[in-house]
C-alpha cells in the first residue's frame, strides 16, 4: 500500500523558475492538504483540497497555486520561484475532516526544495 | 492569533527511561488533538489522538494526557528506546474544520 507519494525528493530551482511538485494518493480519501516545514520550525498549511474541483487556501499560500482534477492527485506549483521558498513540502491526505477519531492525515515522505 | 506550541524544543533522556513531552494550545473551543513523530528525513506519522472529551488516552507505550484547565497536552513514552528518536509535534484541529494546527516540535534525543 502506497499512501501518499511525493516526487520529486529533491530539487534545486533558480529564482524565478517554476516548478510543479506532484503528489498522490492511493486510499480514495476526498481531503488532501499541502504543508511546508522550515527548518526547526512545524509546519504551515499552503492549500487544501476537500473533493476533485474544490481547493482553498491555507495559512501561506502566497506564491503558490494549486489544482485537483482528480481524487487522487493534488499537485502543488510555484510560478517565479523565491528564496523565501526553499523549505521541505509535505503532501497529506485523510479520510475526514474536522474533530472526527479517524481524521487522521497521512503524509508523504516530503519534497525538499532549494531556492538559490 | 490563536497557535498551538511546546515547552521544550529540545529533551534527552537515557534509553529505558519515560519520557515526557509537552505541548500548550491557545484556543479553548479546539475539540480535537493529535501528537505526530517526525524521524529526520521522514513525514510526521501519526501516534495518537484525543478528543477534548478525554482527559486521558493510552496506546502502545505511548499515553496521551490532555488538562483543558489550563489548555495542556502532554505525551509520554515509557521506556523510550533509541528508535523513539524523532521530532514529535502536537496539533489541534479548531472547532471550524478540519485543518490541523502545529506546533513547533519537540526533538527527542534517546541515550544509549
Known amino acids: 500500500n502506497a499512501g501518499v507519494t511525493q516526487t520529486p525528493k529533491f530539487r534545486i530551482l533558480k529564482i524565478g523558475q517554476s516548478m510543479t511538485l506532484q503528489c498522490t494518493q492511493d486510499?480514495?480519501?476526498?481531503?488532501m492538504y499541502w504543508y511546508r516545514q522550515d527548518p526547526g520550525m512545524g509546519l504551515k498549511l499552503i492549500y487544501y483540497?476537500?473533493?476533485?474541483?474544490?481547493?482553498d487556501k491555507g495559512e501561506v499560500p502566497n506564491g503558490y497555486n494549486v489544482s485537483r482534477s482528480t481524487t487522487e492527485d493534488f499537485p502543488l506549483r510555484l510560478e517565479l520561484a523565491a528564496p523565501s521558498q526553499t523549505s521541505v513540502y509535505f503532501c497529506?491526505?485523510?479520510?475526514?475532516?474536522?474533530?472526527?477519531?479517524?481524521?487522521?492525515?497521512?503524509f508523504g515522505a516530503g519534497t525538499r526544495l532549494s531556492v538559490l | 492569533g490563536e497557535s498551538v506550541g511546546l515547552h521544550l524544543p529540545t529533551l534527552s533522556v537515557q534509553e529505558g527511561d519515560n519520557s515526557i513531552i509537552n505541548c500548550a494550545y491557545s484556543?479553548?473551543?479546539?475539540?480535537?488533538f493529535i501528537w505526530y513523530k517526525q524521524e529526520s528525513g521522514k513525514g510526521p506519522q501519526f501516534i495518537i489522538d484525543?478528543?477534548?472529551?478525554?482527559d486521558k488516552r493510552q496506546g502502545q507505550r505511548v499515553t496521551v494526557l490532555l488538562n483543558k484547565t489550563v489548555k495542556h497536552l502532554s505525551l509520554q513514552i515509557a521506556a523510550t528506546q533509541p528508535g523513539d528518536s524523532a521530532v514529535y509535534f502536537c496539533?489541534?484541529?479548531?472547532?471550524?474544520?478540519?485543518?490541523?494546527?502545529f506546533g513547533q516540535g519537540t526533538e527527542l534525543s534517546v541515550k544509549p
Open positions: 497529506a491526505s485523510s479520510y475526514l475532516s474536522g474533530g472526527h477519531p479517524n481524521n487522521i492525515q497521512y
Open positions: 483540497s476537500v473533493g476533485a474541483g474544490i481547493t
Open positions: 484525543i478528543r477534548s472529551n478525554m
Open positions: 486510499m480514495n480519501h476526498n481531503y
Open positions: 496539533a489541534e484541529i479548531p472547532p471550524q474544520g478540519g485543518k490541523l494546527i
Open positions: 484556543n479553548s473551543a479546539s475539540d480535537y
